[in-house]
């Protein structure tokens, strides 16, 4: 279905069905289970019949059947089909080579289906907003610094002859919990009482950051490991768009596509539970877009960004996030800016159907064959989770591919809908970063706080002139089927770039 049919004509049969994936699948997918109701709703909302693909424009033209089904009168079938594929190639038997590519692209880049946004947003919000986060957090750091300080000195500790008192020490490591209960707890009120610093813009990215400062602080790395289950930091975690605004690029640098800003998506199928997921994506993230686009400077160095809003219906590949990740690929060619993509999302958007898979995997195929042929470089950073219609249209598209570190759920079906399929479970490792460096899917792990530096050390060599394409170390660790998988660790794993 993905790889087939991306034509310039395709042609379906009457009483054929086209799917972006099955009925049982979607069930267990969407209503996590495959009984006899929830497939024949999700069946209802996929719209996978000839009809609907021909409304949709993911098909050009059905061959009727009737009352004499080609599985009942094949030959009756075939003269059809024969009669519509001699017709349609009549029609487009004069495009040849790059001709016949363009006319493809142009009908693909046409496509698709969304709306536009009731709550706008200047194209500097979002900088602004990491901006606000970036010196409210360094506030708070320094006031919480100077108020633990406080509770763990000798005056805040000692009785009246000096000596620490065992009920102050108490009292002072119960103030500590406190604080880390009511950072746990996003109380910010609590936070101001005690700090002096009033906070309303941390994520829950920042928030978890600032329990980890405050455990680090009070006990060290050695104390704060046993009140962490990873051990005093988390390894890995989803983060909001603002966040990989603030962690990856200059201050104020950042500015969304004003051209694109407020595409959004709408429920065209009119699927079942569609519209209360995108309201519930737009409380969770206060965006109402699965991607925001835009450029941006990463130490002085321009370039255009997209990150995926994983928090809005899972960010799954659907028509405005393939036309907003259109225009930034075509605006990264025409200015000959590179392309660093942060992609987390969870397959296709079935709640689109088929459209959401047939359109948007050739577009941005498309785009990204347009950026090579022109020589400029995509620099793809792939988190937890980038699967199927994510993945295989621009995710593990890249010229070279950094896997953020503590990341899983990275391939083409999910580890639950593999083991649901193949009735067994898979290795315990399967699509983690060390799995997939392995067998030569990505060049490279890295750790969320680390992103910055790797990619100006990649945006310096792209400066300089040359190319990313000798740097994949994928191309040495491919795969081969009946193979021995080497054994590599994730320092081993992790090339350094050779200066000079």
Known sequence: AIAITPTNRTIMNQYATYMVISPGGCASILFRNRDLESIK?????????????????????????????????????????????????????????????????????????????????????????????????????DAIAEYLKKRGSKQAISNGNGEPGEELKQAARLQVAHLIYAVEHHDADYIAEETGVEITSLTAAQWAELR?????????????????????????????????????????????????????????????????????????????????????????????????????????????IGEKFRYAAHYAMEKGLPLVSVSMGGGARMQEGTPSMHRNIPKAQHALNEMAEAGVPHISVIADPTLGGTAISYGLRGDYMIVVRGSANIGFSGKRVVEQFQQRPVAADFQHETWLLARGFVDECVATDDMRRRLTELLQHIAAGRSLVKLQRRRQMRWQPGGNLPEIGIAEATPTLHRG
């Not at 009168?73 to 038997?93: C, V």
């Not at 500015?255 to 065209?268: G, K, L, N």
Request: hydrophobic share 35%.
């Open 41 to 141: 709703k999700a069946a209802a909302g996929l719209r996978l019949t000839s009809d609907d693909a021909l409304a949709q424009g993911t098909v050009d033209e059905v061959v009727q059947e009737g009352c004499c089904p080609g599985h009942r009168y094949p030959a009756l079938l075939l003269e059809a089909g024969k009669e519509a594929i001699i017709r349609n190639l009549r029609e487009i038997i004069s495009l040849r080579g790059e001709e016949a590519e363009k006319v493809r692209r142009a009908k693909f880049f046409a496509m698709g289906t969304w709306g536009e946004s009731e709550r706008p947003r200047s194209v500097t919000q979002l900088a602004e907003q990491a901006a606000l986060q970036n010196r409210d957090m360094a506030e708070l750091q």
């Open 212 to 320: 980890e400062f405050i455990l680090e602080r009070r006990y060290g790395e050695r104390g704060s490991g046993a009140l962490h289950p990873t051990g005093g930091k988390s390894v890995y975690r989803r983060l909001h768009p603002v966040d990989w605004v603030r962690k990856l690029t200059d201050e104020m640098t950042f500015r969304e596509f004003e051209e694109t800003i407020r595409y959004c998506s709408v429920d065209q199928l009119h699927f079942p539970g569609y519209t209360e997921a995108l309201q519930k994506g737009l409380r969770t993230t206060g965006l109402d877009t699965g991607i925001v686009t835009g450029t941006a400077e990463i130490e002085k160095h321009p370039l255009v960004l997209t990150v995926n809003n994983f928090g809005f219906v899972g960010s799954s590949l659907c028509d405005e």
